[in-house]
């Protein structure tokens, strides 16, 4: 019952974040780097932020936003709303949003 008091609290959060990220942010997808990661620049009205997914699902994906660096230190989980949002919206990542339920 405990994670699931944790998925309603914090994740929640991060999930409506997310929602305003794919509404109003502007998402920009780079040719993959040499390890055949995907590099992807999400543009605020705060600021850009830079996601790095593995479509081979091999490597967590990691963000550059002070929200993830913070969250990957103190919990478990490390997803911030651009990681969120950036897999929602990319077909070939999609799946990778289970890891957020698990
Ligand atoms: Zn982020």
Same mark, same amino acid.
């Given at each position: 019952?405990?994670?699931?008091?944790?998925?309603?609290?914090?994740?929640?959060?991060?999930?409506?974040?997310?929602?305003?990220?794919?509404?109003?942010?502007?998402?920009?997808?780079?040719?993959?780097?040499?390890?055949?990661?995907?590099?992807?620049?999400?543009?605020?009205? #705060? #600021?850009?932020? @830079?996601? @790095?997914?593995?479509?081979?699902? @091999?490597?967590?994906?990691?963000?550059?936003?002070?929200?993830?660096?913070?969250?990957?230190?103190?919990?478990? #989980?490390?997803?911030?709303?651009?990681?969120?949002?950036?897999?929602?919206?990319?077909?070939?990542?999609?799946?990778?949003?289970?890891?957020?339920?698990?």
């Amino acid at each position: 019952m405990s994670s699931k008091t944790d998925l309603e609290g914090a994740d929640s959060r991060v999930l409506k974040s997310a929602r305003e990220v794919l509404r109003r942010g502007h998402f920009v997808r780079h040719s993959p780097d040499s390890e055949s990661r995907v590099r992807f620049s999400i543009v605020e009205r #705060g #600021g850009t932020s @830079t996601v @790095t997914a593995d479509p081979a699902w @091999t490597r967590p994906p990691v963000c550059d936003c002070y929200d993830h660096r913070t969250n990957a230190r103190f919990r478990s #989980g490390e997803w911030c709303r651009h990681i969120v949002a950036v897999l929602a919206k990319e077909e070939d990542l999609r799946c990778q949003l289970i890891d957020l339920l698990l």
